[in-house]
């Protein structure tokens, strides 16, 4: 999760504010105290960063629309998108194409993870991917995360 604003509450609960990604409230006594929040934690610090961000961004999606996403829930589908494909490099630009097209639709809250199954089965584990030329301009973030990727591997 990405760094905010840290506030205190009246009841003098230290707030950490919202979550960048799925604007969720976050307070430090929250996280300390619930075993799925740690878990969780715990899951995204153990991954790469190239996995952990898009993964972050993708349970995002799934925050209903009037209520902030619980723990539980969210390591409920972490757990699920980390067992739909063994090859991380290929899960990660998976949950980045996701995430940027369902938000370039302005897709409300996903029920399920049906639309990355068929954005991982587009993605072959053998695909090449093409690196820009030095000094071209990346249109997305999603063709960023394949050049990225890319120059991992060399």
Known sequence: ?????????????MKIGRCPTCHSHISIEAIAQDESAKELLLLLASMDGDLSRPL????????????DLTFDRALKLAREVCGLAEDRQRLAIA???TVDSIRSKGGGPVKNHNYLKRV???????????EAPK?????????QAFVDLENMKQ
Not at 1 to 13: D, E, H, L, P
Not at 56 to 67: T, V
């Open 56 to 67: 972050a961004a993708y349970l995002g999606l799934f925050r209903p629309e009037k209520r």
């Open 135 to 143: 000094g071209a301009r990346i249109a997305g973030k999603t063709e």
């Open 95 to 97: 949950l980045a194409s």
């Open 120 to 130: 991982l089965e587009g993605i072959s584990s053998q695909q090449k991917i093409v």
């Open 1 to 13: 999760m990405a760094q905010t604003k840290t506030t205190k509450t009246a009841g003098g609960r």
